[in-house]
């Protein structure tokens, strides 16, 4: 069975879809087969493995609308090995009133996924969430295993953390009760600033949540490869972003 591990944040340009893309790159790297899924209608995490969302004839928003006979059908293998995707493009923002029906509209997700041999069929799969807490976020939540939440070190973080919380507490009573918080991951760290050094040391009080050692620090490097659409583990393989990523990957490997 795969495990599935969703980034999700309900806050934008946090560092959801940077850290989906580079730690699918870091399992992959690693020998893990990896698949990830672009559940967000800004189509950042396919644009990041280098494909044009405007070019995909098959994404993931005709699964949602079954207009695919199956989830393989628009699997894309990437340039990485072990590492595949199932892409967006931004009609994916419109499936939602094209459903017909309103039965189950929240379990669309996890049944695509449950068929076809899927989870037999990867070690990993990883999930990029729009930053909200919409239709998209609910059926990931619906899917998945754990929930990996990157946390920006900026004032209104915290706010945001527990606004994610919340959801996860109502997604796993009402929703999916296997759902258990992975950990925080702190992205754009910045050590020169007593800023990011207290948070980070904030952060780590909290009871009962994980917060893993590995940090994500600010830099360019990061900016650069979603511009590239390559992860920075393959951008910039000796990068301390790199490194970093390896690292959250050999933390994740650990912990799940
Ligand atoms: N650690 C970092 N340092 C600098 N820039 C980053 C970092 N992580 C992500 N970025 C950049 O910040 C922007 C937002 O990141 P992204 O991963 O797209 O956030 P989200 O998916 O949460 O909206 C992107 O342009 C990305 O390249
Ligand atoms: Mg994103």
Redesign the pocket.
């Known amino acids: 069975m795969a495990i599935t591990i969703a980034?999700i944040?309900g806050?934008?340009?946090?560092?959801?879809?940077?850290?989906?893309i580079n730690l699918a790159a870091a399992l992959a790297e690693r020998g893990r087969r990896v698949l990830a899924v672009d559940c967000?209608p800004?189509s950042?995490l396919t644009s990041?493995l280098g494909f044009d969302p405007y070019r995909i004839p098959v994404t993931i928003g005709d699964v949602f609308a079954g207009r695919v006979r199956s989830a393989p059908d628009a699997f894309l293998s990437t340039h990485w090995e072990n590492l595949w995707l199932l892409p967006a493009k931004p009609d994916l923002s419109a499936v939602e009133n094209d459903l017909n029906s309103s039965l189950n509209r929240e379990l669309l997700l996890r049944d695509a996924l449950s068929r076809d041999g899927i989870q037999a069929s990867f070690d990993f799969i990883l999930f990029?969430t729009p930053?909200n807490f919409g239709f998209h976020t609910v059926n990931v939540l619906a899917a998945i295993r754990y929930v990996l939440i990157?946390v920006q070190m900026s004032g209104y973080a915290i706010k945001g953390l527990k606004e994610v919380l919340r959801t996860v507490h109502a997604a796993r009573q009402r929703l999916n009760p296997e759902l258990r918080i992975l950990g925080i991951v702190a992205?754009?760290?910045n050590l020169r600033t007593n800023f990011s050094r207290d948070m980070l040391e904030g952060l780590r009080e909290i009871p009962n949540l994980t917060v893993f050692d590995t940090i994500?620090?600010?830099?360019?490097?990061?900016?650069e490869?979603?511009?590239a659409g390559i992860p920075v583990t393959s951008y910039a393989a000796s990068s301390e972003?790199a490194l970093a990523y390896r690292s959250l990957a050999d933390e994740v490997l650990a912990h799940v």
Do not use: M
């Not at 806050?11 to 989906?20: L, M, Q, Y």
């Not at 994500?216 to 900016?223: D, G, H, M, S, Y």
């Open positions: 980034c944040s806050k934008g340009g946090v560092g959801k879809t940077t850290t989906t967000d800004q950042n990041g990029d930053p990157p992205t754009f760290v994500i620090k600010l830099t360019v490097k990061l900016q490869t979603s511009l972003a």
